[in-house]
Structure formats: C-alpha cells, structure tokens
C-alpha cells in the first residue's frame, strides 16, 4: 500500500495530481481543511489536505503452499469504505506470512507500515483483528471523496474571499498612501478637507480637487488659508460649470416629473408653475396621475385653482393622450407622476407606460437631501431607465450636508436645475450657480 499527502487548492487540482502519481485505480483516504499563509492571522489562504493511497503491484512469486487460515474480516464491509477493506487484507496477508515463517516483501512491509492500520506484529489473529475493528467508528466517521466529484461550490467561495480580501487590502493600502499624502498638505488645506469629508463628499472626488488645488501653488508651504480656500473654491466651480441644467428650457413643451415617495414632487410642480407664469409669462397647464395618495389630486388641485391653470387627472397611457389633447394651447405642460417605492421594480416600471418620450420634452428626477447618499444612488438607478435629463433637490434647508449632490453629479449623467429651500410657494425655489455651490459646500452661506 503507498500512501501519499497532498496540500492543494480545489479538490479538482487533487484529483488530476493523485491520477498522475497513483494512477486511476488510487482512493482518497481522508480530505481536512487547512489555512495557510497569512500576515498577523490575516489574510490567510484556504487549502485543502488529501491523503490518497494505492496498493502497489506485487512481483510474481513462487508462493510455498500454506495451511489455509480462516481469518475473520477486521473491517465490516458495510461500515467502512473499499479503501480500509483493502488495508485490512493487505494486513491480514503479511499475518499469514509471519505465522507461516515466511519473510515478508520489504516492499510490502513498507506498504503495511504505511496503511493507517500499522502496528507491531503479534501472533494473535483475534488481538489484530480487535485492534482493527476498534477503529471502525473513527474510519467510519471520516469523509470519502471520490475522484469523479467536484467542488465547485467550494472553489467559488473561496473565490469570493479571495476577492474579498484584495479589496480590503488594495484599501487599506490606499487608506496608508493617503495618510501619507495628507501629512503633506498644509494645515490649511487639511482643515478644508475634513470639512469636506464631513459634508459627505466622496474620498476620490475629495483627493482630485486637492491634487489639483496643491498643483496652483509653487511652494505649498507658504499657503495662507484665505489662498486654499479660493483654490478649493475654484476647483469646485470648475467641476460645477458643465453639470448646471438651468431651468426649463424655453423650447420645451413637456416636462415629466419623477421620484421616489416623499421627496416634495407635488409641491415642487407647484413652485415650477409659478416661476413659469409670473416670470416667463408661460401659459402653464397640470396633469397628475398621482391617484394612489390620499389627496394628491386634491393638493394639486387646490395650487392649480390658486395659479389659474387648468388641470388634468389621468390613469392610463389613452387618459394622458386625451389631457395633452385638451391642453394643447399651452405653452408648457408639467406632469405630476405617483411617487413609487424605488425598491420595487415592478412599481417603478409602471411609471415608464406614462413617461413616454415626446419631442420638446424633459425628465426632472426629484431627490431630497435628507436621504443618504446610498439612496440617492439607488434612486437614480432604478429612475435612469426613462432617460432622465435633469434633477431636483429639495428640503436644502432641513440639512447641512451638501456632498451627496456632488457625489450624485460625478457619477451620473444628470444636470442640477434647481434646488428647493422650503415649503412657500413660488418663493422658495433656487436655480443655482457654480458660486453658489461652492460657497455652500464650503459653509460660507446657508440656503
């Protein structure tokens, strides 16, 4: 019997190495998982060790003619697997040969000293045979693998961790680079930047406007914090200018209103239609399909009623075809859609039947900044579907957190229009400017 341990990854790469050293007709004996590697108990690698045996070929001998000895089996078959049944009667051979007084092969006592059932030789069959069913429960108990099964399941988890662990230390390296970085920065811009972070801003939006702000000045050294502010500040407005949408454009004729529930959607349409009728001097017309919330039409009614506007209610794709058919005189038609549960796909969806894509038409997606920026994120896209053209944020006065709209800027192609600082209407309704952001992202003035 050979007997060889393997230390491999996937129990596929064990089984092409135990074909290769011990041929097709080998066993697995025993398979236990193993880490190694690793720095301070981190980071270490899972393996897996396999003890694989095969009974070697013996060479053809003239064998002397023995007294047959029935020798009861040491392993019950229905118990214990093949492998141990053959270690069992490779045992019980080189019995029959020392009683016989025979000397044994010192290949084949090699392989008896190697099987898991090696022990001194003693002249007793019934002691052997004892001490080899008092291991019958732990080789029962042992899992047996064949070569034909894989582990596929288990490859791709320990995949998974892999990849898991890079990222944290691709992250931790990057966390030690920065702190490197940061040492160098004058304490004048360190101070602009823990602002920042404190404002929501992400880590990698936060480091190019540094980069950038440091490269403005030939000794960062001599950096007053009057200069590191205006740097900063330039950096921010210079990411500002190509993302601001303004308000509606004089060409459309359409615009769809979106956005998860509880984000000032009714509201906002009401301040849109007033700036548009007071200052443009639009004719201005509503329609809703907002019929799930109680009162939602009311709400729209009651704006409409005071602006002088006519007002559509609608359920379904022909209802909306017949309204923009009776408001065809306007000069501009805001829709009032249902605010739906983002995390609901199927809701979500519905909405795509009613925001059909028009000429002169635009998609305003409405976020509030008291949700998080996590949200904010999933919002936009489950809502990037439509397409969408431009965003609104409301409730800037209920919040002195700011980041999360440069955040959402940066990775998505959407343009900031307008911004809401309470609930008057039309009063309360801002189209912001680079300037302004930038002062507010800096604390310098409050919405």
């Given at each position: 019997m050979r007997v060889k341990r393997y230390i491999v990854d996937t129990m596929p790469d064990a089984m092409l190495k135990i074909r290769t050293d011990l041929g097709s007709d080998a066993v697995i004996l025993s398979t236990k998982e193993l880490k190694t590697g690793g720095f301070l108990g981190m980071f270490q690698k899972k393996k897996i060790e396999v003890i694989a045996a095969v009974e070697k070929e013996q060479a053809a001998e003239p064998v002397k003619a023995q007294p047959e000895i029935n020798i009861p089996a040491a392993v019950p078959k229905r118990v214990v697997p093949d492998a141990y049944r053959k270690s069992s009667e490779a045992f019980a051979e080189s019995m029959r040969q020392a009683l016989a007084g025979e000397p044994t092969d010192s290949a084949e006592g090699n392989s008896v000293a190697s099987t898991p059932f090696s022990a001194p030789l003693e002249p007793s069959i019934s002691d052997q045979a004892q001490s080899s069913l008092r291991h019958v429960p732990f080789v029962a108990e042992q899992p047996v693998y064949k070569a034909s099964e894989s582990n596929g399941a288990s490859q791709s988890d320990q995949q998974d961790k892999l990849f898991e662990e890079l990222r944290e230390m691709k992250k931790m390296m990057a966390d030690l680079s920065r702190e490197k970085e940061m040492a160098t920065l004058p304490t004048s811009l360190v101070e602009i930047a823990d602002h920042l972070k404190k404002q929501g801003l992400d880590q990698e939006l936060l480091d190019s406007w540094l980069s950038e702000a440091m490269g403005q000045f030939p000794a960062p050294e001599l950096i007053t914090n009057v200069d590191a502010k205006a740097a900063m500040k330039f950096q921010i407005e210079q990411f500002t200018q190509s993302r601001i949408g303004g308000g509606i454009d004089p060409a459309t004729k359409i615009v769809y209103v979106a956005g998860p529930t509880g984000v000032g959607k009714t509201t906002t349409i009401a301040k849109l239609a007033a700036e548009q009728l007071f200052k443009y001097k639009r004719k201005v017309g509503l329609i809703t399909s907002d019929t799930y919330r109680i009162s939602a039409v009311e709400?729209?009614?009651?704006?409409?009623?005071?602006?002088?506007?006519?007002?559509?209610?609608?359920?379904?794709?022909?209802?909306?075809?017949?309204?923009?058919?009776?408001?065809?005189?306007c000069d501009l038609i805001l829709m009032d859609t249902a605010g739906r549960n983002y995390r609901n796909e199927l809701l979500v969806s519905e909405l795509q039947s009613l925001l059909a894509p028009l000429e002169n038409s635009e998609t305003y997606l409405v976020l509030s900044f008291t949700s998080k920026t996590e949200d904010m994120r999933t919002i936009t896209e489950h809502f990037s579907k439509y397409p969408l053209d431009k965003v609104i944020f409301t409730k800037a006065d209920e919040t002195g957190s700011y980041g999360a709209l440069f955040n959402l800027l940066q990775e998505y192609p959407l343009r900031l229009s307008y911004m809401t600082n309470g609930q008057n209407v039309p009063d309360d309704l801002l189209m912001p400017s680079p300037d302004f952001l930038a002062n507010l992202l800096l604390g310098d003035i409050l919405p």
């Open positions: 709400q729209l009614r009651t704006y409409a009623s005071i602006l002088g506007v006519p007002l559509e209610v609608v359920q379904s794709p022909g209802d909306l075809q017949r309204s923009l058919q009776r408001l065809a005189e």
